[in-house]
């Protein structure tokens, strides 16, 4: 019989596709089911409109799926539709061409909802990834004569009649030897089977049927000594159904709870917690699809590293596509796990990858939307098990908040949770602004490495004592956040640690402005004794019962410095913050300083050394010379 050749420059499309196309070899399974898939699709969607002509019922349809050692051969047989002899040189010659998308563009506009997975033409020829021949038996519904294709890749093709007991279609594929480019006879065992079943295509919606090994414990027909029946193990194979077939995502609220929900979660994400939420989405519109989101409780050991991969699992009409698919999840909810099914998504052309369009742009907006919507619900009704996730994944939403230079601080600014230094608890950014009183103008916060260490700055003094409550930050992103929002419900964020805190009135300025300008001169000289370590001297407004602090002037603070300080290598070890120390020029160590000041200059010098390393020790900074300090010290108690 004359080989036929592909045609359409198929030969070097068929090397390109099993060569470039699809990243992992095992999804040939999960090709040739959903083709199978298709077919009967096609021929239920007849049964429904021209019953007269095709009487089949829905419950008769299946797929089974074989494997046979000996020969080598995996087979994956349906009862759709089938092919004709012209079907086969169509859509099995001509690689690109798909026979679905066909009947999908024949169909009426009253038939859109049926779902048909293949539009591609090339999923079939996924087979040639593990398969060194390929044979197709296939007979057409209704049609009297089977026809057999057969290929042994890129050479071409052989069609011929073939002998076949009822209509539907056989694909037999004989697997290549194993050689240095993988194990392909992994394939016929039927626990790897079942698991490419249950991991691509446990949601087709017509039974998979497999023979099964099973293990009993039965009586062997004989009796022991005393006459008891005796038992061993029997291998048996048993028929059966392989795949869920109906998604949980799929079933509605009045067939699924909220528990059984939970359940599915921690077996398919294999966490040992029940998440705090539970989010079900039917959307319907531009884009068609449901997706069941949950929101885990604790983080993955991971979740902070390179090593973890967001995103959620995305299914085609119940054919898994990818399984962590990060387009349709936005970053500052890398946390979320799930799954998105819908049938309306441009996929390219393995049906592995997205294209980039409105309908992922579409549906990642949602989720957010409905995320957001769920942890505000949790916020506001049950504040104990929020602030149990807020402490695993917290860093997230406030690292949510900085990136892309803020894109998504307004839609997560009220998620966030600082510490309150009168309330001794965490709050929102808008219960600290419904709680301030009457005359604040700005929100107060202090950062230190610990909010313990934050409630010791000395700086907060000032705002105490005007009765105003005060964030305490004590992880790195707390600022960086902050510093991104600027402002909350029009009121500016202010560090303690920084300038002026805007707490003085006309008067009390006037008088701590006339006070400095008569200190000026000892002032003045503690700054040259210093040097380039400080840009600024002053009398300190926010100093009551400290004797000294440090202060920045600019937009870096000293925690900032802190941090980028702590980063290995690169420029950002060079970023200071513009210190200034501020002296309570009514505590006796200044006076102290004063008198020295006037009778021995070298003692003042020394004094005021001490005092700035006292600063830089109180802000939890590292001191350049240490033991000069401690010398200092020293030298002092033996005056």
């Known amino acids: 019989m004359a080989k036929k050749q592909f045609k359409a420059e198929s030969k070097q499309l068929l090397n390109l596709m099993i060569n470039s196309i699809y990243t992992h070899r095992e999804i040939f399974l999960r090709e040739i089911i959903s083709n199978a898939s298709d077919a009967i699709d096609k021929l239920h969607y007849k049964s429904i409109t021209e019953p007269e002509a095709v009487n089949v019922a829905r419950e008769d349809f299946r797929i089974d799926v074989a494997y046979d050692k000996d020969a080598g051969t995996i087979t994956v047989s349906d009862n759709g539709i089938g092919m004709t002899k012209e079907d086969m040189d169509a859509n099995l010659g001509v690689i690109a061409h798909s026979g679905s998308l066909d009947f999908k563009k024949e169909m009426e506009d009253g038939a859109a909802d049926v779902d048909i997975i293949g539009q591609f033409g090339v999923g079939f020829y996924s087979a040639f990834l593990v398969s060194d021949k390929v044979t197709v038996r296939s007979k057409a519904y209704n049609q009297d004569q089977a026809w057999e294709w057969t290929s042994e890749g890129a050479d071409g093709y052989t069609i011929r009649e073939c002998e076949k007991d009822s209509w539907g279609t056989d694909v037999i594929m004989h697997l290549r030897p194993d050689d ?4 392909y006879s992994e394939y016929l065992d039927s626990y790897r089977l079942r698991d490419l079943v ?13 023979m099964v090994e099973h293990e009993d414990y039965v009586e062997t027909g004989e009796t022991d000594e005393e006459g008891k029946p005796k038992k061993d193990w029997v291998v048996s194979v048993r028929d059966e159904v392989v795949n869920s077939m109906v998604p949980i995502w799929q079933r509605g609220r009045d067939e699924v709870s909220d528990e059984d929900c939970k359940k599915f979660y921690m077996e398919k994400f294999r966490d040992w917690e029940e998440p705090i939420a539970v989010i079900r989405i039917n959307a319907e519109g531009a884009v068609n699809y449901r997706a069941m989101l949950f929101i885990p409780k604790v983080a993955p050991f991971n979740f902070y590293s390179r090593d973890f991969e967001p995103g959620l699992e995305l299914y085609s009409s119940g054919v898994m596509i990818m399984e962590k698919c990060k387009d349709v999840l936005p970053d500052c909810f890398r946390f979320v796990r799930g799954v998105v099914d819908s049938p309306d998504l441009s996929l390219n052309i393995s049906r592995e990858l997205l294209q980039h369009d409105r309908q992922l742009t579409t549906i990642r907006a949602n989720i957010e939307k409905k995320v957001k919507a769920e942890l505000t619900r949790i916020l506001e009704e049950d504040r104990d098990t929020y602030s149990e996730f807020f402490k695993a994944f917290g860093p997230q939403l406030k690292y949510g908040v900085i990136e892309d230079y803020g894109m998504k601080a307004d839609m997560l600014k009220d998620l966030l949770l600082f510490q309150s230094f009168e309330k001794d608890s965490q709050i929102t950014l808008k219960e ?3 709680a301030m009183p009457e005359g604040q103008e700005r929100i107060y916060y202090a950062a230190a490495e610990s909010v313990a260490r934050a409630k010791q700055v000395p700086q907060t003094e000032q705002v105490r004592a005007k009765g105003y409550d005060i964030l305490l930050f004590g992880e790195d992103m707390d600022e960086f956040a902050i510093k991104t929002l600027r402002e909350y419900d029009g009121k ?4 303690v640690a920084g300038g002026d805190l805007g707490l003085e009135s006309e008067e009390e300025r006037k008088v701590s402005e006339e006070r400095a300008e ?3 001169e000892v002032l003045g000289f503690v700054k040259e004794a210093l040097g380039d370590r400080v840009v600024d001297v002053r009398a300190s407004r926010k100093l009551k019962t400290h004797a000294v602090c440090l202060s920045t002037d600019g937009d ?6 802190k ?8 420029d950002s070890q060079n970023i200071k913050a513009k210190r200034v120390l501020e002296v309570n020029i009514d505590h006796p160590a200044y006076a102290a300083l004063k008198k020295a000041y006037s009778e021995d200059g070298e003692k003042a010098r020394e004094m005021a050394e001490i005092m700035y390393d006292q600063a830089v020790l109180i802000a939890g900074m590292p001191l350049d010379d240490m033991l000069g300090y401690s010398d200092r010290v020293f030298r002092l108690f033996g005056q």
Not at 180 to 183: P, Q, R, S
Not at 198 to 210: C, G, L, Q, T
Not at 492 to 495: R, S, T
């Open 180 to 183: 240095e480019n993988g194990a």
């Open 198 to 210: 249950k991991k691509y295509s446990d949601y087709v919606r017509w039974p998979i049927h497999m």
């Open 432 to 434: 600290y602004r419904d």
């Open 492 to 495: 500016e964020f202010c560090d």
């Open 518 to 520: 008569s200190e000026k």
């Open 556 to 561: 870096v603070s000293l925690e900032m410095e």
């Open 563 to 570: 941090y980028f300080s702590s980063i290995p290598g690169g």
